[in-house]
């Protein structure tokens, strides 16, 4: 069953499409990323799930019913984190979470902020006013906030931002370790790639406001057919350069390294032909593509 | 002594001056209140010269009771600017929290800190200048809420704009609704000002009441028609307070809470 169904979303600011017919699911126990570069309208998107954000037209259902309907019913089961947000300072850490935790009339409040802080790693800081917390200490109290009410979708705007990388692996680990016991849906933005491609199940790419690529890590990955060449080339440098040139293949020379692109299926050919006119190298890397240079192909062409 | 660099710094807070509204209020928007209303106190009292009883009674009252409607609207517009200083209006509103809940607990958290902040002026007063302003008991109690209502739909405008147009307006939070406060007439009758002036009087509750107390503390008495004007007056402005901040609320929404913080 679908945790939350977007459909044919749009929001427009004048002129501006910040978001333009964008139709997506996530279903129960998901982790979904939502990727894109700045402007691609990532933010404006999570602010319409929040309902701080009105849409110019579409539609957006929570566990079935419509937001706009049964908005304060469907509130109760979300949360949202982000590096982007802050809670008041002058308020400690506790009384912060006490609010939240009244606001979403949870039962046993000492009890849960006490869990949530403890898994965390931030327990304690508990008697800490907000503004005497660094970054990283900060994002894993909002991340506490965002755990209090048991939530059944998670929005998370780059959740690990400012973290340092142990602290950041122990939040992945919490995040999947919620997904897996208790089917918690999540909505993923991150700049780290690494991080998107390691823990999502889908992911969607948005620019300039609407979807351009939606699937599987694996799959986006796949749709990169070219792998880069490096290589440290001992003999036979001008007779691969007229072989590359010959088939239209780009390539640079850098510190005696030779760089180019090549269809990963074609590559074994390419080096038997290259092996059999005296072509001789000292080393080979083959770097598969990644997500990060799915991004940057796709963003190139839109 | 570089004057290039002396005058880097003066232009740096000309730029902070011109962009922002509450330098432009402390410079020009104070003073201009004070001379208004203190001018025309001084005129009020020199016209009565000795005909007014209980001067000083009149004078600290109005200036205790004026914080009644400062107070509620102060609790509206200051506390949720809180909110946007700390960015923290999206955590409050993708919660279900509605904005009905919202305004009643400001509300509330106004009735309470006004008492405690009413109580100690009132105190202050008596221990300052011995001037008991309990001294007619219950008969001011009906226009103590008269007055607390003038502060909340003051602060639903206020908190409204504030929705709409965000930080940069954020000095009317202090400033809005001392607009009110010459025309409240606090320490002077509502006769003593000029006739245009008085035509906006008529339709604002305040003067209604500031007149009524002062019958009360002059006379003994009190004035059913200035407390009924009043409360008619308050249910006008407060309806239509509140359906402007849930207007603000809603349009502010269509450009996104985040652009607030």
């Known amino acids: 069953m679908a945790v939350l169904q977007v459909k044919n979303l749009k929001k427009y600011f004048g002129k501006t499409k910040a978001v333009d017919d964008i139709s997506f699911e996530i279903n129960k126990g998901e982790i979904v990323g939502l990727l894109g570069p700045n402007g691609a309208g990532k933010t404006t998107t999570s602010q319409m799930l929040l309902g701080t954000l009105t849409p110019t037209a579409g539609e957006i259902f929570y566990f079935g019913e419509k937001f706009s309907d049964k908005n304060r019913e469907i509130l109760h089961k979300v949360n949202f984190s982000s590096a982007y947000i802050d809670l008041p300072w002058l308020l400690t850490v506790k009384e912060n979470l006490n609010i939240y935790a009244r606001l979403y009339e949870v039962k046993n409040r000492d009890k849960r902020i006490k869990k949530l802080l403890q898994e965390f790693e931030v327990w304690h800081l508990r008697k800490k006013a907000m503004s005497k917390l660094s970054a990283g200490q900060k994002t894993r109290v909002l991340l506490t906030k965002a755990f209090i009410n048991y939530p059944r979708l998670l929005i998370l705007d780059e959740p690990t931002a400012s973290l340092d990388p142990e602290i950041a692996v122990k939040v992945r680990q919490f995040l999947v370790k919620q997904q897996k016991e208790y089917e918690v849906a999540m909505l993923f933005t991150s700049h780290n790639l690494m991080e998107v491609q390691g823990l999502c199940d889908r992911i969607i790419f948005l620019n300039k406001g609407k979807i351009i690529a939606h699937d599987t890590p694996l799959g986006l990955i796949r749709k990169l057919k070219k792998a880069k060449i490096e290589m440290i080339i001992s003999q036979g440098k001008e007779v691969l350069e007229k072989y590359l040139k010959d088939r239209k293949i780009e390539f640079s020379w850098k510190k005696g390294k030779v760089f180019f692109s090549l269809d990963e299926k074609i590559i074994p050919k390419v080096l038997y032909q290259l092996s059999d006119q005296k072509v001789r190298y000292e080393e080979i890397e083959i770097l598969r593509p990644t997500l990060e240079d799915f991004f940057l192909e796709i963003v190139k062409k839109t | ?261």
């Open chain 2, 1 to 261: 002594m570089n004057f290039n660099r002396v005058l880097a710094v003066i232009v740096r807070h000309f730029y902070t001056f011109k962009h922002n509204l509450n330098r432009l209020s402390d410079s020009f928007y104070w003073p201009a209140m004070d001379i208004i209303l203190w001018g025309l106190t001084s005129q009020y009292i020199q016209k009565a010269g000795g005909e007014v009883s209980n001067l000083i009674l009149v004078l600290l009252s109005g200036l205790v009771f004026w914080q009644i409607i400062w107070r509620g609207q102060y609790e509206i517009s200051v506390n949720l600017l809180d909110e946007l200083w700390n960015r923290n209006l999206v955590n409050l509103f993708s919660t279900p929290l509605t904005v009905n809940e919202w305004i009643m607990a400001l509300i509330l958290l106004g009735v309470i800190k006004m008492i405690g902040a009413i109580g100690f002026s009132i105190l202050l007063v008596w221990l300052l200048y011995s001037v008991n302003l309990f001294t007619f008991g219950w008969l001011l109690i009906p226009f103590f809420i008269s007055l607390l209502i003038v502060g909340w739909w003051a602060g639903l405008i206020v908190g409204g704009l504030l929705l709409r147009f965000g930080q940069r307006i954020e000095t009317i939070a202090w400033s809005g609704v001392f607009l009110l406060a010459p025309f409240s007439a606090i320490y002077y009758p509502v006769s003593s000002l000029p006739s245009w002036a008085q035509k906006i009087a008529q339709i604002i509750p305040s003067s209604y009441i500031f007149e009524g107390m002062r019958e009360v503390v002059q006379k003994g008495q009190i004035s059913y028609i200035n407390l009924t004007a009043s409360f008619l007056l308050n249910l006008i402005y407060i309806a239509l307070a509140y359906f402007f901040f849930k207007w603000c609320f809603k349009k502010s929404k269509e450009k996104g809470l985040a652009r607030l913080e």
